[in-house]
C-alpha cells in the first residue's frame, strides 16, 4: 500500500515511511492511494471475535508487507494487552437503541490510547530493525501527551518529550505525564498556553538541522497510523449489533476530526453505516462548516471538555481531498485562504458531505444537563466529552441504532463531573494510588534555543 500527500507534492511512501514521517513535507497529510475493502461476507465474519483478531484483518491491508502475519499480531497483542477491559472497547445500553461505545479502559483512561499504544509498538518494530533512534516531541492539552508517554515509556529506540502548558491541565492528567519514572520520557511544563507549547513544536521542526541531528518525530493526530487504529473499533461494535446485516449510526464528540475519520474510513471500507454525527462543544467551528460551508475561525473559547476545544481541526483536510476529488492543488488553496482568515466549500463538496455527515453542537449547559440526566435515567456516568456526544446523538435518534463514542473516563474529569452530578468519579481500582506516586516534573521557558539544549543533553541517542 502506497501513501500520497493531501497537496500532492510530497514523496509517496510506504505504510512504515509514513508512519515514521508523521507530517508530509509538503505540510499535507498521508492517506492511502485506495482504501481496500471487505466483502459483506468478510464483515459477518468478525462478529463475536476477540478484538485483537478484528484488529489485524481490519489494519492488514493497509499495512501491506511492512510486517509478517506473525510479526503484525505479536504488536497488536503487545498492544493491546494493556486496555483494562478483557473486551476492549465495550459496548454497553444508554436507552432504547442508543449505545455507548466505552474507549476509555486503556491506561491513561481515554480513547487516544487505542492508537497511541499501538503506534508505540510499531515503532519499536520498525526502528529496532532498522537499526535507528528517534527523538518524539510532542505537545499537549493533556490527554495526547499522557497517552504519549505510557505508550512509549521504556522503549529502547525512543526519547519521548512532552510539551504542556504550566499549571493548565487537569490534575489527573498532569499525574499520568509526570510519574512514569522510565529515563527515556520527559514531561516538560512550559511557561504560556497550549498554542505557545505547539508554536515551539512547530519551530522545532522546521529547525531542520535540529529535526536532523536528534532525528525528530511526531505522533500527533496527524499521523495516519494513528487513524488506522481507530477504525477497527466501528468495526467491532458495528458487527456487535448485527451490521453488516442491519446499518447502524455513530455520534462522535470531535475536535481535530481524527477519530470520526477513521469511521468515515470503516464506511469507505464496506461497513454499512448510515450516519456519522459530528458533535462538537461551544468551539462549533466543523459544526458551522458543515451547516453553512464557511469554514472561518474565531477563537477558542475554554470549556469543560477541553480535549475538544480546538479551532483548527487538523484531519478535516483528509475528508476535504477526498470530497475535492483528491485533488491536492485545490486543498493547497484552500489551506492558504485559512491562513488568510478562512474558505468556504464549494456546493459540491458540501453535498457529498452532507450526504454521510450530520452535525450538532452542545453548550457547557447542555452537557452539564446531559451528564446528570444520563446518571438518573440509566446508572451511566459520563465525562464531558463524551456528554457533548450524547446530547447531539439524542436529537438524531432513529431506526438505526446509534452507537456514541465514550472518549473519556469520567474520573479523568473529576471536577466537572463533580459539578454537573454531585457525584466524585472514583479512578479504577489500577490506578487508584495515582495520587501517592511521586512526580518527576521539568518546568521549561518558552524558548526555543533552550528547549532545543534540553533535548540534546537528556536523550539517550
Ligand atoms: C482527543 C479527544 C477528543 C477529540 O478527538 P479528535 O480525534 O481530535 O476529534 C474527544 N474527547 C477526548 C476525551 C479526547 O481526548
Known amino acids: 500500500m502506497r501513501y500520497h500527500s493531501t497537496r500532492g507534492k510530497a514523496p ?74 478483557d473486551a476492549r472497547a465495550p459496548l454497553v445500553q444508554l436507552g432504547p437503541n442508543h449505545f455507548l461505545l466505552e474507549l476509555f479502559h486503556g491506561p491513561t483512561l481515554a480513547f487516544k490510547d487505542f492508537a497511541m499504544q499501538l503506534i508505540g509498538q510499531l515503532f519499536e518494530f520498525s526502528l529496532k530493525r532498522r537499526g535507528r533512534k528517534v527523538t518524539i516531541v510532542g505537545a499537549t ?60 513544536l512547530k519551530d522545532m521542526f522546521n529547525d531542520h538541522a535540529f529535526r536532523d541531528e536528534v532525528s525528530l518525530a511526531g505522533v500527533n493526530s496527524i499521523n495516519w497510523a494513528r487513524v488506522l487504529a481507530q477504525v477497527v473499533y466501528y468495526f467491532s461494535a458495528a458487527t456487535s449489533l448485527g451490521a453488516p446485516h442491519r446499518s447502524v449510526s455513530f455520534t462522535v464528540p470531535t475536535g481535530n476530526f481524527g477519530d470520526i475519520f477513521a469511521g468515515y474510513i470503516a464506511r469507505q471500507m464496506g461497513l454499512p453505516i448510515d450516519k456519522l454525527i459530528v458533535a462538537t462543544n461551544q468551539n462549533d467551528i466543523l459544526h458551522r462548516c458543515l451547516t453553512t460551508g464557511a469554514y472561518i475561525p474565531d477563537g477558542v473559547t475554554p470549556s469543560i471538555s477541553p480535549s475538544m476545544d480546538i479551532q483548527v481541526s487538523s484531519n478535516f483536510e483528509r475528508v476535504l481531498f477526498d470530497v475535492y476529488d483528491r485533488d491536492g492543488a485545490a486543498i493547497s488553496q484552500l489551506m492558504d485562504e485559512l491562513k488568510g482568515g478562512g474558505f468556504k466549500l ?18 457547557e449547559d447542555e452537557t452539564k444537563a446531559v451528564m446528570k440526566d444520563m446518571q438518573k435515567r440509566s446508572g451511566e456516568i459520563l465525562c464531558p466529552h463524551s456528554a457533548v456526544g450524547v446530547k447531539v446523538a439524542n436529537e438524531n435518534l432513529g431506526k438505526s441504532p446509534m452507537i456514541t463514542l465514550a472518549t473519556a473516563h469520567p474520573a479523568k474529569f473529576p471536577d466537572a463531573v463533580e459539578e454537573a452530578t454531585g457525584t466524585r468519579p472514583p479512578l479504577p481500582l489500577w490506578l487508584a494510588d495515582l495520587y501517592e506516586r511521586p512526580e518527576r516534573i521539568t518546568r521549561v521557558e518558552n524558548d526555543l534555543a533552550s528547549l532545543e539544549t534540553l533535548i540534546r543533553e537528556r536523550r539517550k541517542a
Request: with cysteine; charged share 20%.
Open 346 to 363: 464549494s456546493q459540491g463538496a458540501l453535498a457529498r458531505l452532507s450526504d454521510i455527515f450530520v452535525s450538532g453542537r452542545a453548550s
Open 12 to 85: 509517496v511512501l510506504s505504510f512504515e515511511d509514513a508512519m515514521l514521517t508523521g507530517l508530509a513535507r509538503d505540510g499535507g497529510l498521508y492517506i492511502p492511494e485506495t482504501v481496500p475493502t471487505l466483502s459483506s461476507d468478510q464483515i459477518a465474519d468478525l462478529a463475536g471475535r476477540p478484538y485483537e483478531e478484528i484488529a489485524f484483518r481490519i489494519m492488514r491491508p493497509f499495512v501491506g508487507d511492512a510486517f509478517t502475519g506473525e510479526e503484525f499480531a505479536g504488536i497488536i497483542g503487545r498492544a493491546y494487552a494493556n486496555i483494562g477491559h
Open 141 to 200: 492539552s493533556g490527554d495526547t501527551g499522557s497517552a504519549a508517554i505510557e505508550a512509549f515509556r521504556g522503549l529502547d529506540a525512543v526519547d519521548v518529550f512532552i510539551l504542556y502548558p504550566h499549571g493548565r491541565v487537569s490534575e489527573v492528567q498532569r499525574r499520568q505525564m509526570t510519574t512514569p519514572s522510565e529515563g527515556n520520557v520527559h514531561a516538560l511544563a512550559m511557561d504560556g498556553h497550549f498554542d505557545d507549547c505547539q508554536a515551539r
